[in-house]
């Protein structure tokens, strides 16, 4: 098993500090597939797919990446406050 992670830090009006996350899980490849995106994407299988994020569209990839779900994430939080 594998994941992709990205970690954002927003510090509010009082200084307080807020990690917000965004995950990717899935699985390593053993071959590498596909043309698309950068470093680890031709052999990152995410959970529920049967293809690289290396094989998906930008758009495809983009509904489900660790920076997606983060930036989902702090406009959630970002309402909240």
Do not use: W
Not at 38 to 51: A, E, L, N, R
Not at 56 to 63: A, L
Not at 65 to 76: F, G, P, Q, T, V
């Amino acid at each position: 098993s594998a994941y992709f992670k990205t970690q954002i830090i927003l510090i509010d009006s009082n200084k307080n500090i807020i990690p917000i996350e965004g995950v990717c899980e899935g699985k390593i490849s053993e071959v590498e597939r596909g043309d698309n995106g950068f470093g680890y994407d031709s052999i990152f299988i995410p959970d529920g797919f049967d293809k690289t994020f290396a094989e998906m569209s930008h758009e495809e990839k983009n509904e489900i990446s660790h920076r997606a779900r983060a930036l989902r994430n702090l406009r959630e939080k970002l309402e909240n406050l």
